[in-house]
């Protein structure tokens, strides 16, 4: 069941990007199908049942194709028994700084969408409003340390009590797998026609230790599925009471 479930999900989380050239289809398919933060992100119920997503660093919204087609099919009670619930998106903002990916979007979700909306923008300068969950995944380590400090701090400003950021850092204390992260990272970049950047990463305990200064309660967890990374998803909450 749950292989034909997620091969089902793959499909339907790939079609917005049908037609809309090769790389775009080909990209995304191939990120959501051998990326398990997003099979995990259901599986584990990591986001409320409805709520504002906030993507920062959101590609060409690959995130939100995966959450519309997994309501979509919970909707139509195709959905894994042993599963919680998949969230209802009440509206889906990202933030990206490469204009051709947010082109990309614009083709797949349309100029319309009732809960989609996608802009070109720095989210080191970038107004993050209001939301109940925001994601950055493997994008933090793009700017340098002062400026990661400061997003942080606007992303708990723009959460509320309970709410959630979730994020996926390299752990620079973890020896080679540390570099083998960085070394696909690089090819990533290159593959998408971007320029090769400086990374500023940090030793996992380090990056605890920030997030916990600025008011969040974290959760690590390896998110590597076998591959020899040193990829680790923190799962970071606002107190209910703060």
Known sequence: MTKRFLRSLLDEASRPFNGNGH????????????????????????FPAEGRYLDLGCGQGSLFAWLLAARKLY?????????????KPQHLHGIELMQKDVDRAARAFGAD????????????KADFGK??????????HYFDHAHQKDVLKRIRAALPPGGLFLTRVGDASAGLPYHLCNWVDHAVTFVRGHRLPRLYCR???????LLQSLGFSVETDPMNEGKPFA??????????AA
């Open 23 to 46: 790389f775009a289809y080909h990209y995304s398919r191939g990120k959501l199908s051998s990326d398990s933060i997003f099979r995990e992100i259901l599986k584990r119920g990591l």
């Open 231 to 240: 990829n680790i998803m923190l799962v970071c909450r606002v107190p209910a």
């Open 113 to 124: 969408h009732p809960v989609v909306r996608i802009e070109q923008g720095d989210m080191t």
């Open 203 to 209: 030793p996992l305990a380090e990056w605890v230790a």
């Open 131 to 140: 939301a109940d969950v925001v994601t950055i995944l493997d994008a933090l």
């Open 75 to 87: 909707e139509a009670g195709h959905w894994p028994k042993d599963w919680p619930a998949a969230p």
